[in-house]
């Protein structure tokens, strides 16, 4: 019997804030399982996924075929390095680029990673072919964003929590407001090198911008001659309902950053996908990762792509999440603001001066749905795109109780 086994839930948990950093405020339930849609605990409960951990598990927990892949590359080869050529490696980056309808991709491992490397082709891009002075490109973002957690990226949040004693940041970034196309028109200027934003933005609350905003920053970057890059980590593979975001507007961008899914909820891989020419920035030496398109990530990512292709999981996240926005609205409730989303990914604002996003995750949790305010006001909806639709009504109407359980009636 394993350690873990025997100890209780309470034991487990203390464990982790005695010896881990307290870097997450986790809710009281520990998870020993995974199928699909459904997480278990400790003791067996079982639950809807309404995380999918952040969009990396977005083909449910332990996929079949995913597990399967990972198991066949385990038996034959596992990790080389970028030293030598690997035989999975060319037909990953071709099919990955090909879904994208992109010419070239560096592998990396996390969101922030590859985030780190579209900003150095931004950067490098800005250099050689714009005639941006070394070491004065600069970059547009949009407030709220979220790509990560290096330095250089939190340097450019606008969230305190993420930067507060991280400093000090490296400059070069520009901050215009999210969804407002004219913003990053009048802020671009000489040393623009790009504009590198969320087409829609998760962490800040699951925030759709208006219709035509992705259109209209091709445009303008293609006016200027500068980049446009998207950060799909989270909304790419099928979670807003297409195969990638930027579909929605017909909005190639000339960079995409991807991540989370593309692992298959098995291991850590992300890429920049770019056109051929920005790919061509990087000479050898240039830019590198240990374990970047290593052959078990490869052999992962490649069944992933193909898992999202035969199971058509970009249309059925636009289906069912017609079904999760239309539930979410029919309900009629004081302490909701706002429904919003597009795919399986809502957010539902709630007014803080009569609900607790945390107490609704709770009654949740104890109800048998496990999801995460983000925050502190929005409740997210993302589950894992193999759900079925009446986990997803279950999960809607186990929200529905829980405002119920947890909102002081108004007098
Ligand atoms: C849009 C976006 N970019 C980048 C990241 C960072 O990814 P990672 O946590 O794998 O570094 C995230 C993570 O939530 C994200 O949502």
């Known amino acids: 019997m394993s350690l873990q086994s025997c100890m209780t839930t309470q034991g487990l948990i203390a464990r982790e804030a005695r010896f881990g950093a307290k870097n997450y405020a986790p809710l009281p339930v520990v998870l020993a399982r995974g199928a699909g849609a459904h997480l278990f605990d400790t003791s ?27 198991k066949n590359q385990l038996e034959r080869l596992d990790i080389v390095s970028r030293a030598y050529y690997s035989d999975n490696l060319g037909l ?37 072919r714009l005639s941006i002075p070394e070491g004065q490109a600069e970059i547009i973002v949009a407030a709220g964003n979220f790509h990560g957690r290096t330095t250089t990226i939190v340097g450019f949040s606008s969230e305190p929590s993420y930067r507060r004693g991280f400093g000090p940041f490296a400059p070069g970034f520009i901050t215009v407001p999210f969804g407002d196309a004219k913003a990053v028109d009048t802020a671009i200027g000489p040393c623009t090198a790009a504009v590198l934003i969320e087409p829609i933005q998760g962490e800040a609350g699951i925030i ?29 593979f099928g979670r807003a309902g297409r195969n990638f975001c930027f579909e929605h ?70 289906v069912l999440g017609k079904s999760l926005l239309n539930a979410l609205e029919d309900i009629s409730h004081p302490a909701i603001v706002e429904v919003r989303g597009k795919g399986l990914w809502a957010g539902v604002e709630l007014d803080p001066a009569r609900a607790k996003a945390k107490d609704v995750c709770l009654a949740m949790m104890r ?45």
């Open 367 to 411: 109800r048998g749905v496990l999801t995460k305010e983000t925050h502190d006001t929005v409740i997210r909806f993302a589950p894992p795109l193999v759900i079925d639709e009446a986990d997803l009504l279950k999960a809607v109407e186990v929200f529905h109780d829980a405002l119920a359980e947890t909102v002081a009636p108004m007098d």
């Open 249 to 318: 507007e017909n909005a190639k961008p000339d960079g995409l950053i991807v991540g989370k899914a593309l692992g298959g909820g098995l291991i850590p891989v992300s890429a920049f996908i770019a056109r051929r020419t920005v790919m061509d920035v990087f000479t050898p030496g240039s830019h590198g990762s240990t374990f970047g398109g290593n052959p078990l990530a490869a052999a992962v990512a490649r069944e992933a792509i193909q898992v999202l292709r035969d199971e058509d999981l970009a249309l059925r996240s636009h």
């Open 208 to 236: 759709v911008p208006p219709e035509g905003y992705l259109a209209s920053l091709r445009r303008i970057c293609d006016r200027h001659g500068i980049l446009l890059i998207f950060d799909e980590v989270q909304s790419g």
């Open 44 to 70: 067996g409960k079982r639950y809807i996924d309404m995380m999918s951990a952040y969009s990396a598990a977005s083909f449910g927990h332990l996929h079949p075929r995913l597990v399967h892949a990972l």
């Open 92 to 128: 990953f980056c071709e099919e990955l680029a090909g879904l994208a309808g992109l010419e070239a991709c560096l592998p990396m491992n996390t969101g922030a990673e590859a985030v780190e490397t579209a900003i150095k082709a931004a950067r490098r891009n800005g250099c050689d």
